[in-house]
């Protein structure tokens, strides 16, 4: 099956334009229908006994159908015509993609009946989706379903912040159950470096143990009173690529400067696994307890991939030296999804070929096939439906290879029930407290219309890393780009690197001519002002590119603020074409800017 961004059957297109209208009026017959029997079947001698304040507000402007309908109407004009245009071909900023017309629907429908996702209480049917969207993201990352867990939340930012909170909590339960007097005898072989840094199975087992034990509630207030006096709950490793939040991440934790340490990259942008090496190893032989290594999948400012299977080679050799280990956690926020380029109907991962099954005639690298297969193995994963699950915002979800790990922030709630006993209970065991039902739907819909396989997901990631791969070619070689009127100077667009998915950096060079007053490190940033104010004046003809800047650049001071492609769409030659064009013409005009006299 085919998929592309036009296709009448998978996004809005005149071809599902009658279709979509139709299910929607059925969706609102069935709601109405709903409403009412609500209102009216439990206490028909009271329908009319409308309270007073309700009848107020009914009688008064609130109540007036002429006041809703303005309000309506200017809500979509003024979305209509100021909306950013993220359909459009030539929108290549950001990671918001298209929304299937499946999961439009199901979240307007869900929607309408308001449920929260706290409890089944509040929601039966979509509290039910999101166990089943649980075990859909298990399976695209390779965990299984019976033994893992996934749940959805506001985004990847409290993804990556609960899977942290998690990673805290186990790492310090090792120690406080050896000061516990009737837990010692657990981990009484266990030397104090060995406490701080235990394998997460060991630790999960000796949670389980501790349980079993009606001892877990006070080995986590030790371990909760320990870490107060400690003044730390280890070191934080991660790349200088990780996305900002992770600083606001770190902050809510109560890690200081000395507690995060930021890895070196290369060339291309992933995290230096040697580099990171040696901090881990100076970190253990010093004694020093890991909270997480956290690698990248799909950087946010330029799609890199880390090579996760090396960074789980190396945890593996640390417990074989030192006995040690550290959690491992994925910010697979943008890239998750790509994994079903190689997955088949069946679930199973398909081995390397450059070109994948999916058909888009997009070409891999081993290495990002590699990190892909090493993701079974990694403690947890961030993963974004609304970003290449094409689904509506909010719907980010966080992944865990044993479910065994959310008994370490789990709380009762008081007021409200957990079902039925037989699966893990949303509310009680996640970070945020309301959660819409009505995101649970979308991407339930999403995921069931779409597929998570090469064919399905795979095809539709598969094209939108192809045409990042195109821009890549066309911009791979220096090519001078023609002056602006009254500028004798050209210019380069050079892409930074080849893209591991489909993010391209494209850094802005002076050729041959004059310096000019503005650094070559700073043109990106010119030539971004110069395209926004392009699509400013023309928002629906118009190129849209954001910006990123990158260290460690063959520049002075190796800062360099770059133009950044988003390609959430597969692009034929022609629009392409349009791109480049475009592209080239904003670089002209911000070199004739930079050497413009004072």
Request: hydrophobic share 40%; with cysteine; glycine share 8%.
């Amino acid at each position: 099956m085919r998929h592309t961004h036009s296709g009448g059957g998978l996004f809005p297109h005149a071809e599902n334009h009658d279709v979509f209208t139709g299910l929607l009026r059925q969706v609102i017959d069935d709601y109405y229908r709903w409403h009412a029997q609500c209102a009216e079947a439990a206490a028909p001698a009271l329908i009319d006994s409308v309270p007073e304040t309700a009848a107020q507000c009914t009688a008064g402007p609130a109540g007036n159908l002429d006041a809703v309908a303005n309000l309506v109407r200017e809500l979509s004009g003024r979305l209509a015509h100021q909306a950013t245009p993220i359909p459009s071909p030539l929108y290549l900023a950001h990671m918001t993609p298209d929304i299937p017309v499946a999961a439009s629907l199901a979240h307007l429908c869900a929607m309408l009946y308001n449920p929260n996702n706290v409890t089944p209480e509040t929601a039966p049917v979509t509290t039910e989706l999101e166990h089943e969207v649980s075990e859909d993201l298990c399976r695209l990352i390779g965990y299984q379903p019976d033994t893992g867990w996934a749940h959805l939340s506001s985004g990847g930012s409290a993804a990556n912040f609960e899977a942290m909170w998690i990673a805290r909590n186990l790492r310090s339960v090792p120690s406080a159950a050896a000061a516990h007097p009737a837990a010692a005898d657990l981990v009484s072989d266990r030397s104090p470096l060995v406490l701080a840094n235990m394998p997460v199975p060991q630790v999960l087992d000796l949670v389980e143990a501790l349980s079993a034990r009606g001892l877990l509630p006070e080995v986590a207030r030790l371990a909760a009173e320990q870490r107060r006096k400690a003044h730390t709950s280890g070191t934080l490793l991660l790349a200088r690529s990780a996305h900002y939040t992770w600083d606001k991440c770190a902050d809510l934790l109560g890690l200081g400067p000395a507690d995060v340490q930021e890895v070196e990259l290369t060339p291309l942008h992933r995290v230096d696994v040697h580099a990171l090496g040696r901090r881990v190893r100076a970190l253990l032989a010093d004694g020093q307890p890991i909270l997480a290594v956290v690698a990248m999948c799909g950087s946010s400012g330029e799609g890199a991939v880390d090579d996760l299977d090396a960074i789980l080679r190396l945890r593996a050799d640390c417990e074989r030296r030192f006995g040690a280990s550290f959690y491992v956690h994925v910010d697979a926020a943008f890239g998750g999804y790509s994994r079903s380029l190689w997955l088949r109907p069946d679930g199973t991962m398909a081995p390397f070929e450059d070109r994948p099954l999916d058909g888009s005639g997009t070409r891999m690298k081993p290495e990002v096939h590699a990190a892909f297969r090493a993701l079974p193995r990694a403690d947890s994963v961030t993963v974004d439906p609304h970003k290449s699950g094409h689904s509506p915002y909010p719907a980010g979800a966080l992944v865990f290879r044993d479910r065994r790990a959310v008994s370490l922030v789990a709380r009762e709630s008081m007021y409200f029930g957990h079902g039925n006993g037989s699966r893990i209970p949303f509310g009680p065991h996640t970070l945020e407290g309301g959660r819409p039902g009505a995101a649970a739907a979308a991407v339930w819909a999403a995921h069931r219309q779409i597929g998570l396989h090469s064919q399905g997901y795979g095809r539709l990631l598969g094209g939108c890393i192809a045409t990042a791969q195109r821009l890549h070619e066309r911009f791979s070689a220096p090519r001078q780009t023609q002056p602006a009127a009254g500028c004798d100077m050209a210019s380069e667009v050079i892409s930074c690197f080849p893209p591991d998915l489909n993010i391209l950096n494209l850094s802005v060079r002076r050729g041959a001519g004059e310096y000019g007053r503005v650094p070559d490190g700073a043109l990106g940033r010119l030539a971004l002002d110069s395209i926004l104010a392009e699509a400013a004046g023309k928002p629906l003809t118009s190129l849209y590119v954001s910006g990123n800047t990158l260290s460690g650049r063959p520049l002075p001071g190796g800062v360099e603020q770059v133009l950044r492609l988003c390609t959430m769409k597969e692009l034929g030659p022609a629009t392409l074409d349009v791109v480049e064009r475009q592209l080239r013409a904003a670089v002209s005009r911000s070199v004739a800017t930079a050497v413009a006299p004072l």
